[in-house]
C-alpha cells in the first residue's frame, strides 16, 4: 500500500515538473517572437525615415529649381517688355522715315520743271525690248537692260570697242520708242578686282564707264540729257559669284534702268 502511494506521489511530480517545462517553453517562444515584431518595427521605423529624409530633400531641390525657373520667368517677361519697347521704337522710327519719303519725294517732284508721275504701265514694255547680248529684267518698279561691259568696253577700260556703237544706238532707239518720258539711270558695275591705272578704284572705273555710255546715249541716240543720271557702283552690287572668270565678267556690266517716272521729253 505505502508503496502504490509512493509510485502516485511519484507520477504526479512528475507530471508537475513536465507542465513546467511547457509553459516556460511557451513563454520563451512568445518572447522571442515579440522580440523579432519589435525588431522589424524597427527595421520599417528605419526605412520610413530615411524615406522622410529622401523627401525632405527632393522638396527641398523643387523649391530650388521652382525659385531658378521663378527668376528666368522674370528675367524673359524682363526681355519681352524691352524687345516690346524696341519694337515701338522701330515702328516710329519706320513711321518717320516714310514720312520724310513722303516729303521728300513731294519736294522731288519737279524736276526742272516737269511733273513726275508714275506709269504704271511700264513693265509691259519688258517683251518688246530687243537689244542683243543684253539682258532685260523687272526689278521692282524698274526694268534693267543689263549690258555686259565687255561687250562695249575694252576690259578694264572706259574705251569703247567697235561694235559698241551698234549696242547703245539700240539702247537709244530702244529708249526712245518705248520709254521717251522716263527717267533713266545709267549705271556701272565692276568685277571684285583691283583697279589698274589710271584709275585709282573700281568705282573710279565704274563712273568712267557710266559716263562714256551716257555720252554716245546723248550724242549718238539724241537721248534727251535731262532725262539721264549716272552711277558708279564699283564692284558692290555683283549679280553673281566672283569666284571664277565667267562670274566676274557677268558683273562687268552697265545697266540701263527705266524708272517709272515721266519726267517729260
Known amino acids: 500500500m505505502f508503496r502504490f502511494v509512493a509510485s502516485i506521489l511519484l507520477i504526479a511530480f512528475a507530471a508537475g515538473c513536465t507542465g513546467d517545462a511547457a509553459l516556460r517553453q511557451q513563454a520563451l517562444t512568445a518572447q522571442q517572437q515579440q522580440q523579432a515584431q519589435i525588431a522589424e518595427f524597427q527595421r520599417r521605423a528605419s526605412g520610413l525615415d530615411a524615406n522622410n529624409q529622401d523627401l525632405h530633400a527632393q522638396i527641398a531641390q523643387t523649391q530650388q529649381q521652382s525659385k531658378i525657373l521663378q527668376d528666368e520667368v522674370g528675367l524673359l517677361k524682363k526681355q519681352l517688355r524691352d524687345a516690346g519697347e524696341q519694337l515701338t ?120 564707264m557710266a559716263q562714256a555710255t551716257f555720252d554716245q546715249l546723248v550724242a549718238r541716240g539724241q537721248v534727251p540729257p535731262n532725262r539721264l543720271f549716272v ?35
Open 89 to 208: 521704337q522701330a515702328q516710329q522710327q519706320i513711321a518717320s522715315a516714310k514720312q520724310e519719303n513722303t516729303t521728300l519725294l513731294a519736294s522731288t517732284r519737279q524736276r526742272g520743271g516737269a511733273t513726275i508721275t508714275p506709269n504704271n504701265s511700264l513693265q509691259q514694255s519688258v517683251s518688246q525690248i530687243q537689244i542683243s547680248g543684253a539682258q532685260v529684267r523687272v526689278d521692282g518698279d524698274l526694268i534693267r537692260i543689263e549690258i555686259p561691259a565687255d561687250q562695249i568696253f575694252m576690259t578694264g577700260t572706259n574705251t569703247l570697242h567697235q561694235n559698241a556703237y551698234g549696242t547703245l544706238d539700240q539702247v537709244a532707239n530702244a529708249i526712245r520708242q518705248q520709254f521717251p518720258r522716263n527717267l533713266i539711270g545709267v549705271e556701272g558695275h565692276t568685277d571684285n578686282q583691283a583697279a589698274s591705272p589710271p584709275f585709282a578704284s573700281q568705282h573710279q572705273l565704274s563712273a568712267s
Open 231 to 265: 552711277v558708279g557702283h564699283g564692284g558692290n552690287h555683283p549679280v553673281v559669284s566672283n569666284a571664277t572668270p565667267a562670274g566676274q565678267a557677268r558683273n562687268r556690266r552697265i545697266d540701263i534702268v527705266i524708272y517709272p517716272e515721266d519726267v517729260g521729253s
